[in-house]
């Protein structure tokens, strides 16, 4: 139950299992919404179909995105949850999701660019021990990688052997 914490990680379980139940619930989730409309004759205007003009392909979509929102409302907490009252598709929830705990794009390019200062000047510090370190490096590259930031192997094996204190 995602509760306003930790918000990459949750997202990144959120993924697996919308995939895991049905892939296309990700895709509703990631790239949707679907609308069944169609072009009426008369206005020349697009208007929802009416529940006989659904092809079987219109219902699989709709139904599609009605499971996708009923797992993410309940992965959500009761605070998270009256946040997205009056959505309608899942990639509604999913992007303001994202926005409200990710931020813009704006403030995820500063979040990157802080990030990646950090990385950069990443030193062990006094008194702390490997492990701790490499957490805390761990840390500074799952959230570098969530915003699209990508180090290959060898540049991060090679940051970690450099922050090594000389003592």
């Not at 370190?133 to 761990?138: A, E, G, K, Q």
Request: one cysteine or more; a neutral charge; aromatic letters at 10%.
């Amino acid at each position: 139950m995602f509760n306003g914490a930790n918000f990459i990680g949750w997202r990144d379980r959120m993924k697996i299992f919308l995939q895991s139940i049905d892939i296309d619930l990700w895709y509703v989730v990631n790239e949707g919404p679907f609308e069944a409309t169609i072009i009426d004759d008369h206005t020349n205007r697009r208007r929802e179909k009416t529940r006989d003009e659904l092809t079987p392909q219109d219902k699989e979509n709709l139904t599609l995105n009605v499971k996708a929102m009923n797992v993410l409302y309940n992965a959500l907490d009761a605070n998270e949850s009256t946040r997205f009252k009056g959505c309608i598709f899942a990639k509604e929830i999913w992007d303001k999701l994202k926005e409200i705990h990710e931020g813009s794009d704006d403030v995820r390019e500063q979040k990157k660019s802080l990030l990646v200062a950090k990385y950069e000047s990443f030193k062990m510090e006094p008194h702390e021990n490997i492990d701790k370190m490499y957490c805390r490096f761990n840390d500074i590259i799952k959230h570098l990688e969530a915003l699209g930031k990508k180090y290959s192997l060898g540049e991060k094996n090679r940051k970690i052997l450099n922050a090594l204190s000389k003592e």
